[in-house]
Each structure stands twice: as C-alpha cells, then as structure tokens.
C-alpha cells in the first residue's frame, strides 16, 4: 500500500464515485465509506444504483468476502456542509453476498436482500 496506488478495491470504488471515500479492511471483511457533498433528499435511486454497482463490481475480487458500503453527506437542512452524516447504509454477510447473481444487479431490490439496511429520515424512496 505504501506505493500509494490504488487497490483493485479502491480502483473498482473509484470508478463509480468521484466522491472522497476510505476502505477499511479486516480478514475479507470490507468497510467503504463515502463522502459525497452533493447528496441531498432526493439521491436515493442515485446511491442505490451506484452501490450496485460497486457491490456487482466488488462481487469479482475474490478477497471480497463481505462488504458494508456507508454513504455520508452534509446534513440536508445546513447550509455551512462541514460536518457530514451517515445517510444510506447498507451491509452484506459472507453467506449473503456470496449466493447473489450480481451478474443482473440492476434488477436486485438491495434493501431486501442486504443482511442489513439503514437510510436516514431525511432521504426520500
């Protein structure tokens, strides 16, 4: 890591969002969280399709065993967006992940299937 290249994670995540994010992993178990100003009510379907696209994409790497993809943005109603807060959380177990066709993501209902979902009250479906 010291080269200061990106992983292949980091690349696969970079290459769906221009948004600041950080990879944390522990033995197969991988945390991306994302920082992005430009999030507001209505970027739901926008989060979603890019986090498809991340997971399909993150579904390839084999080291990949289980991931939690954390969006965070400036809370809506503040006008300084300094501070930034979790706004869509969504999360994968080894045994889940691993059984999913990401070959025909785009047609997965994430928030069902995910072992565990969360969206902040301010985000609109």
Do not use: C, H
């Not at 999030?39 to 065993?65: C, F």
């Amino acid at each position: 890591k010291s080269s200061g290249d990106p992983t292949v994670i980091e690349f696969t995540i970079g290459s769906v969002t221009k948004s600041e994010f950080q990879v944390y992993e522990d033995e197969g178990i991988f945390l991306v969280k994302i920082y992005d100003k430009d999030i507001d009510e209505s970027s739901k379907n926008v989060l979603m399709k890019d986090t498809g696209d991340m997971l399909a994409s993150l579904s390839k790497i084999e080291e990949v065993k289980s991931v939690a993809i954390k969006w965070y943005a400036p809370p809506f109603d503040q006008s300084d967006k300094k501070d930034f807060e979790e706004i869509l959380a969504i999360r994968f177990e080894a045994d889940t992940f691993e059984t999913i066709d990401w070959e025909n993501y785009k047609t997965l209902d994430l928030p069902s299937i995910a072992s565990r979902y969360k969206q902040n009250d301010s985000l609109k479906d």
